[in-house]
């Protein structure tokens, strides 16, 4: 077999070391090395004595990224599917490895998966980080509400939010000493005054000290993470100042607010040609159908398994369009959601956000609302036949005239 690449290398990444094998014209060498800088920086000066041009290694968990960050700039680096190289059964040591996945790349026979660039990579590390915290908070608030739950406080039988102004200031009040009812009552703001006699029967319990205690350091918790939240918020628009345009033509979209737009634009990024068409990133993305053919029958379509935090962001973006007015998306969600089942709806509507976004970046165009009757207008003879079918049925001569 022609061997494509003269100079290569393959590396078995592991925690604390890496295994290298590299193929020159000269012969085959292998080398172990400490993944600590002082051992990374030797590979790389050993890679460069023996003139390697290109570099793979499987994606092994983060420990990967180290190492393609000190190499990138001096090889062309590849990291690949591990389920894409494995090796023959029975023959499994990190020397073998090393050895395979060099012979591979010498012919040419694997495929580098995509490796966004430092700035895209920098992104993914900040709003992964600031999904994570928000999730945090969520189970935070979720801690809170099991404690009042224990001290028989009913609050979120009334308000909407238990994290709200008032809400907020009758549990300082609590965590204070306060116990009165009609007092902590009192405190509420709002529209939420149109609840006093409510909000006192839900607020009479029995909280102990112990219970005080805990809701001062979920409180405590809470107003740490929402500075943290802040602070990432602030950092990541100052990295996305230079692609304010797109990002507002984006955020016209119903159902996506900023926040998911720098979730979505870090994981897919700003350049649209790695992608030639929709179906392209679409299918990259996994959230289209799964290709699965055979004997001229086609079988389970499952989208399977991806970016998962691109995947959370399009489905919540889906989420919030079903509840839009007279929109082209929500309809599209009903009109699944009634056949399919509300999940494959969520999808489906996730994969026209991400088609949206991509012609957005692509062809620096602005979205354009089809409205929510689109489907109505495609089909129109249909609609008509149907209702006036139902119509009649219930005992009514229909006489149709153009408004």
Same mark, same amino acid.
């Given at each position: 077999?022609?061997?494509?690449? @003269? ?6 990444? +592991?925690?604390k070391s890496i295994t290298a094998c590299i193929i020159t014209p000269e012969g085959q060498e292998t080398r172990t090395f400490s993944t600590m800088t002082k051992g990374l920086l030797e590979l790389a000066d050993w890679l460069a004595k023996h003139q390697i041009t ?37 023959? @499994? #040591? ?29 992104? $993914? ?5 600031? $999904?994570?915290?928000?999730? =945090?908070?969520?189970? =935070? ?12 406080? @009913?609050?979120?039988?009334?308000? #909407?939010? /238990? ?15 306060? &116990?009165?009812p009609e007092e902590l009552a009192q405190m509420a703001k709002g529209r939420m005054r149109t609840k006093l006699p409510q909000l006192e029967e839900a607020l009479q319990g029995l909280m102990g000290a112990h219970q005080r205690m805990m809701l001062q350091t979920q ?15 602030? &950092? ?15 955020? &016209? ?8 737009? =720098? ?39 499952? #989208?399977? +398994?991806?970016? @998962? ?20 998306l929500s309809a599209q969600y009903h009109r699944i959601a009634s056949r399919r089942g509300k999940n494959k709806a969520k999808v489906a509507v996730a994969h026209s956000i991400l088609v949206i976004i991509y012609h957005i970046l692509r062809d620096g165009v602005s ?15 249909? /609609? ?7 119509? &009649? ?11």
């Amino acid at each position: 077999m022609e061997a494509i690449y @003269k100079r290569c290398c393959g590396l078995d990444v +592991h925690k604390k070391s890496i295994t290298a094998c590299i193929i020159t014209p000269e012969g085959q060498e292998t080398r172990t090395f400490s993944t600590m800088t002082k051992g990374l920086l030797e590979l790389a000066d050993w890679l460069a004595k023996h003139q390697i041009t290109h570099v793979a290694m499987e994606s092994t968990g983060v420990y990967w990224k180290p190492v393609y960050n000190l190499l990138e700039d001096e090889f062309t680096t590849m990291v690949v599917n591990a389920q894409h190289i494995k090796a023959v059964p029975g023959r @499994k #040591t990190d020397v073998k490895d090393a050895e395979w996945i060099a012979e591979l790349l010498r012919h040419g026979l694997i495929k580098a998966s995509f490796i966004p660039d430092r700035w895209q990579r920098e992104m $993914r590390e900040l709003t992964r980080y600031r $999904r994570s915290i928000i999730q =945090e908070r969520s189970r =935070e608030v979720n801690r809170i509400q099991k404690v009042l739950e224990g001290a028989n406080i @009913k609050l979120s039988s009334v308000a #909407t939010d /238990v994290m709200g102004v008032s809400a907020r200031a009758m549990l300082e009040a609590m965590v204070s000493g306060v &116990e009165d009812p009609e007092e902590l009552a009192q405190m509420a703001k709002g529209r939420m005054r149109t609840k006093l006699p409510q909000l006192e029967e839900a607020l009479q319990g029995l909280m102990g000290a112990h219970q005080r205690m805990m809701l001062q350091t979920q409180l405590s918790h809470l107003d740490f993470l929402d500075q943290a939240i802040a602070q990432l918020d602030e &950092e990541i628009a100052n990295r996305m100042l230079p692609f304010e345009q797109p990002i507002r033509q984006i955020d &016209e979209v119903p159902g996506i607010n900023r926040r998911t737009v =720098e979730d979505v634009l870090a994981e897919i990024g700003m350049d649209m040609s790695r992608f030639p068409t929709n179906r392209h990133i679409s299918s990259w993305a996994k959230i289209c159908p799964g290709n699965n053919q055979s004997a001229g029958k086609r079988r389970n379509g499952r #989208t399977g +398994h991806a970016n @998962k935090w691109l995947r959370t962001a399009l489905v919540q973006g889906a989420q919030s369009a079903s509840h839009t007015k007279n929109t082209y998306l929500s309809a599209q969600y009903h009109r699944i959601a009634s056949r399919r089942g509300k999940n494959k709806a969520k999808v489906a509507v996730a994969h026209s956000i991400l088609v949206i976004i991509y012609h957005i970046l692509r062809d620096g165009v602005s979205f354009k609302e089809l409205g929510g009757n689109y489907f109505d207008k495609l089909r129109s003879s249909d /609609v008509i036949r149907s209702s006036v079918r139902r119509i &009649e049925k219930l005992g009514y001569k229909v006489v149709l005239e153009p408004a």
